[in-house]
């Protein structure tokens, strides 16, 4: 029969052994620590994705807005589909509204006459797009200062892990662009 004091001694010194191993620690370093590297480099990317695609939505914007200011819309009849469509055409590299899938992109195009007080309203009501939202094209000639505002419900990734850039329910950023003008005699 063999004594338990040998498999003690053993065990010990097993333990005593591995403190002493330093061959893979910067292994098991880097296992704790690429997780908060990961997080911090994701956000990071979805940020600056996030700040460009709105960068992108404003020059959108305000090149369909021009069409306005220039009579283009008003002479070919451009009604609210087609205005989407030619934003979408200029803002596809980024975002998901080609392909009949305008849905994701709601246009807001107010006229107001001389005099009368401009106010824009808050679309954001309970972490929900709220209208009310409108599609009117200044007639030709007229001395009317028009407000386009572009909107598009941007899906986010990194909110579920602590980082959130969301002002929308359903981790999503709602990306603005106002391009406002005189319509051009």
């Not at 080609?98 to 709601?106: C, F, H, K, R, V």
């Not at 028009?146 to 990194?158: C, D, G, N, S, T």
Request: proline share 6%; hydrophobic share 45%; charged share 15%.
């Amino acid at each position: 029969m063999s004594s338990p004091a040998p498999a003690t001694v053993s065990v010990r010194s097993l333990l005593r052994r591995f403190r002493r191993n330093r061959r893979g620690t910067a292994a098991v370093e880097f296992a704790l620590i690429a997780p908060l590297f990961f997080l911090l480099l994701f956000a990071i990317i979805e940020a600056a994705i996030v700040f460009f695609a709105g960068q992108l939505l404003e020059q959108g914007t305000a090149d369909s807005a021009r069409l306005m200011m220039t009579h283009q819309a008003q002479d070919s009849g451009m009604d609210e589909t087609a205005f989407k469509t030619n934003l979408c055409n200029r803002i596809k590299v980024l975002f998901n509204c080609d392909g009949g899938n305008l849905a994701n992109l709601t246009v807001d195009v107010k006229v107001f006459t001389p005099g009368t007080e401009i106010t824009i309203t808050d679309p954001i009501v309970a972490g929900s797009l709220t209208g009310p939202f409108s599609y009117s094209v200044p007639p030709s000639g007229s001395p009317n200062t028009i407000v386009v505002r572009a909107f598009y419900k941007w899906p986010l990734f990194v909110t579920g892990l602590g980082f959130n850039l969301a002002n929308l329910n359903g981790s999503q950023r709602l990306l603005a662009a106002t391009a406002a003008f005189h319509v051009e005699p």
